[in-house]
């Protein structure tokens, strides 16, 4: 027991055990949320953003069918699953002793993109709503169509994870290949 413990509390896990207990907290959640809610709820975050900022959508717009009825605003189980991602994710680093606070850009963004806070801030924003953007352009995001699409065994998920892993490739080796 003390072992399991310590292998908790480890800053790293094996890829394989992460990816194991990944695929059972989704087949889990399929599971309970099937027998909670009217119907099953696969993992995906972003949807909750959508649900977050859904009340600005309806206040531009009152009449958007989107905001609407598809994506309404409202503390949803997508919106729970995220606040218990970020929540782990602390106490996962509390646990390993490698949670601290610490100011960015760090080493490697700084070595690639320079010093500055504000072109960080500025990157990262655009990134995350072009993320947003193609997330709702796909049908999901990474967990919504590779993890939970997989679980379900959806072709477009194995497609989208061979487009991920590619694209990821591409862009790495663009931005990284001066450097590295």
Known sequence: ???FVAYLKSPEW???VAGAGLGVVTILALLLSNALLPAPQLLGASGAYENLVAP???ALDPNNLYFKSIMPPGITWAVLSLVGVFLGGL??????GTFKWRKLPDKQWTEI??????????????????LEYAAGIAGGCTSGLAISGGVV???ASF???AGMFASGIVT???????KY
């Open 91 to 96: 106490v996962s680093a509390r646990l390993s």
């Open 1 to 3: 027991m003390n072992k």
């Open 56 to 58: 600005v959508g309806l």
């Open 159 to 161: 497609i989208f994870i």
């Open 153 to 155: 065994l959806a072709p």
């Open 14 to 16: 094996s890829p394989y």
């Open 172 to 178: 790495a080796l663009i931005i990284y290949r001066k």
């Open 113 to 130: 993109f320079g010093p500055s806070v504000a072109k960080r801030w500025i990157i990262v924003f655009l990134a995350a709503a072009l």
